[in-house]
């Protein structure tokens, strides 16, 4: 899948803020390019989407049409995505180069 991998803040069953907002780890390099952990993170608004004011993110996207009136946006790029296809999601995060 492109070498993409998210995070979505579970550690089992549990959520946990600590592990959604940690740095990825990078120890392993192939050449000249460093191997993250992750690449995104990832979040049910609707569960944790609180979260999300307790340290902000340069790019937020907004994936279907989440009630988010309580979410500080301010200095934050934030795309929505309201009515997406899963295709179009992949597009956006560069999972796949074919816009249908």
Do not use: W
């Amino acid at each position: 899948m492109k070498g993409i991998v998210a995070t979505d803040g579970y550690m089992g069953r549990q959520f946990e803020e600590s592990f959604f907002f940690r740095e990825p780890l990078a120890p392993k390099v192939t050449g000249n390019e460093v191997k993250r952990e992750f690449s995104l993170r990832i979040l049910s608004f609707s569960e944790h989407g609180k979260v999300l004011n307790n340290r902000k993110c340069d790019d937020l996207f907004i994936i279907g049409d989440p009630d988010c009136d309580d979410l500080d946006t301010v200095d934050i790029n934030v795309e929505r995505l309201a009515g997406a296809t899963i295709k179009e999601v992949k597009y956006v995060m560069g999972v796949s180069n074919v816009y249908e």
